[in-house]
């Protein structure tokens, strides 16, 4: 058997882990041009009161649901129940981790090519039509964006070959203290540019005016994506939790540490976007396409711009760790593999879906299912489908199936802990939080338009 059942070794550890988990592209890429396109500062406030009520409890909720299980996310329901429909909820976590990293693995691999193409000094002297123009060609070519994807899933894979502590635990513990080290220089340069003023005034001062029904959900569904619930990765993760650890201290911490990466990478890019006279509604585009345009204009603009797609490589690296271990743990122990052979199997199924998702932006494009191409597909369907669906589940099953007693012993560490809104943590999980959860599929599928 494999070591799956490993504890981490500290608390150190587990904050890490779980802060990698959960920051990731999503954080750095998503929420700049997701703020940028709902008005800045009022995004931002709905989005912290979104944190606050739909996201640490919904986080609290598959920590309490993986540490009492000890066992990964598909089993942990059918431990729990053997309801027809809540018994089968940790699969459908699984399969949306292996649909994730098949389209996550090959914008995780862009990463790398821009790095390359900062040191290699590709970046400058072009215009921003130029910028365009190399990112659509890039992203179609058949060869070099396959050949970052797959260094991408063999570096998750050695990680993981580490195990728990040796693998999982040791990256977390030195990826994220870089991680928020280059972003705070980073934020620091970007603040005394030119037009720093303006971009933190974007950012920081609300016009309330700009807050709609669709800013408000467009916030939740941010919230929502950022902290990766739904996939069962903290199911997972809180299975190697001691029994001593503090369940709404450390979901709190998560949280708040995964926020503050939002933030700065807000810092980082608005003063540098209203700096060069650029709208910040610039949507998906603005990190691959309108920010290397920024750093080509910069004093040591191919430093900033290695350090700056560094950093998103590490963010993107430390969320495929945990996808990656949800559907290796559920391979290792339901299938009774050693934790090699169970990462092999998962890295192997990666390469392969990573390589046509990869494909299905250039050759494979005319391949398409309900008008997407296959990269396109599996965004769909996960972000907009099983994620959220996978969380309203989790949050009516413990809320309504599960014995009240036993959420409270396990969050209060069987009365060892005093924690004064334990129960009002079982009221939002019961009512409030699989409302707003549902609200946000709603609005994902698109149905309120």
């Given at each position: 058997?494999?070591?799956?059942?490993?504890?981490?070794?500290?608390?150190?550890?587990?904050?890490?882990?779980?802060?990698?988990?959960?920051?990731?592209?999503?954080?750095?890429?998503?929420?700049?041009?997701?703020?940028?396109?709902?008005?800045?500062?009022?995004?931002?406030?709905?989005?912290?009161?979104?944190?606050?009520?739909?996201?640490?409890?919904?986080?609290?909720?598959?920590?309490?649901?993986?540490?009492?299980?000890?066992?990964?996310?598909?089993?942990?329901?059918?431990?729990?129940?053997?309801?027809?429909?809540?018994?089968?909820?940790?699969?459908?976590?699984?399969?949306?981790?292996?649909?994730?990293?098949?389209?996550?693995?090959?914008?995780?691999?862009?990463?790398?090519?821009?790095?390359?193409?900062?040191?290699?000094?590709?970046?400058?002297?072009?215009?921003?039509?130029?910028?365009?123009?190399?990112?659509?060609?890039?992203?179609?070519?058949?060869?070099?964006?396959?050949?970052?994807?797959?260094?991408?899933?063999?570096?998750?894979?050695?990680?993981?070959?580490?195990?728990?502590?040796?693998?999982?635990?040791?990256?977390?513990?030195?990826?994220?203290?870089?991680?928020?080290?280059?972003?705070?220089?980073?934020?620091?340069?970007?603040?005394?540019?030119?037009?720093?003023?303006?971009?933190?005034?974007?950012?920081?001062?609300?016009?309330?005016?700009?807050?709609?029904?669709?800013?408000?959900?467009?916030?939740?569904?941010?919230?929502?994506?950022?902290?990766?619930?739904?996939?069962?990765?903290?199911?997972?993760?809180?299975?190697?939790?001691?029994?001593?650890?503090?369940?709404?201290?450390?979901?709190?911490?998560?949280?708040?540490?995964?926020?503050?990466?939002?933030?700065?990478?807000?810092?980082?890019?608005?003063?540098?976007?209203?700096?060069?006279?650029?709208?910040?509604?610039?949507g998906p585009n603005l990190v691959f396409v309108t920010l290397p345009n920024i750093f080509a204009q910069l004093p040591m603009g191919s430093v900033l711009a290695f350090a700056f797609f560094l950093l998103l490589a590490l963010a993107s690296i430390t969320s495929l760790i945990s996808l990656h271990q949800v559907v290796t743990a559920y391979v290792a122990e339901e299938f009774k593999l050693s934790n090699r052979k169970a990462a092999l199997v998962v890295s192997c199924t990666i390469a392969v879906?990573?390589?046509?998702?990869?494909?299905?932006?250039?050759?494979?494009?005319?391949?398409?299912?309900?008008?997407?191409?296959?990269?396109?597909?599996?965004?769909?369907?996960?972000?907009?489908?099983?994620?959220?669906?996978?969380?309203?589940?989790?949050?009516?099953?413990?809320?309504?199936?599960?014995?009240?007693?036993?959420?409270?012993?396990?969050?209060?560490?069987?009365?060892?802990?005093?924690?004064?809104?334990?129960?009002?943590?079982?009221?939002?999980?019961?009512?409030?939080?699989?409302?707003?959860?549902?609200?946000?599929?709603?609005?994902?599928?698109?149905?309120?338009?």
């Open positions: 058997m494999s070591d799956s059942r490993t504890q981490f070794k500290s608390k150190f550890g587990i904050i890490m882990a779980s802060v990698g988990s959960a920051v990731g592209l999503g954080n750095i890429w998503r929420f700049p041009y997701e703020a940028g396109q709902n008005g800045g500062a009022a995004f931002l406030i709905i989005y912290i009161v979104c944190v606050l009520v739909l996201g640490i409890p919904t986080l609290m909720a598959e920590m309490t649901m993986g540490r009492m299980t000890q066992t990964n996310s598909a089993r942990a329901f059918r431990k729990m129940t053997q309801s027809p429909v809540f018994s089968k909820v940790g699969y459908l976590g699984v399969l949306a981790c292996v649909l994730i990293m098949g389209f996550y693995t090959v914008v995780a691999g862009w990463t790398f090519e821009y790095m390359w193409e900062a040191v290699s000094g590709t970046m400058t002297d072009l215009s921003a039509e130029q910028f365009t123009a190399n990112f659509n060609s890039f992203v179609v070519s058949p060869f070099r964006p396959l050949f970052w994807t797959i260094l991408m899933v063999v570096l998750t894979h050695l990680i993981i070959l580490g195990g728990v502590q040796k693998g999982i635990e040791r990256a977390a513990k030195w990826m994220m203290p870089m991680l928020f080290l280059l972003l705070v220089v980073l934020c620091v340069y970007s603040v005394m540019l030119p037009g720093a003023s303006a971009g933190l005034e974007f950012l920081f001062k609300p016009d309330f005016s700009k807050i709609t029904s669709e800013v408000v959900l467009s916030a939740m569904g941010q919230a929502f994506f950022s902290l990766s619930l739904g996939a069962g990765v903290m199911i997972t993760y809180a299975s190697y939790f001691d029994n001593d650890v503090n369940i709404p201290r450390t979901a709190t911490t998560v949280a708040l540490l995964d926020t503050s990466v939002a933030f700065l990478a807000g810092i980082l890019i608005f003063p540098a976007v209203f700096t060069f006279g650029i709208e910040p509604t610039q879906l990573a390589v046509l998702c990869s494909l299905s932006l250039g050759v494979l494009n005319d391949i398409r299912v309900g008008g997407l191409c296959m990269f396109d597909l599996m965004d769909y369907v996960t972000a907009k489908i099983m994620m959220p669906l996978g969380s309203l589940l989790l949050c009516l099953f413990l809320g309504w199936k599960v014995e009240k007693s036993k959420i409270l012993n396990e969050i209060t560490n069987y009365g060892t802990l005093r924690w004064r809104l334990a129960k009002t943590f079982v009221v939002m999980l019961k009512y409030v939080v699989p409302i707003l959860v549902a609200l946000v599929f709603i609005n994902e599928l698109g149905l309120f338009e």
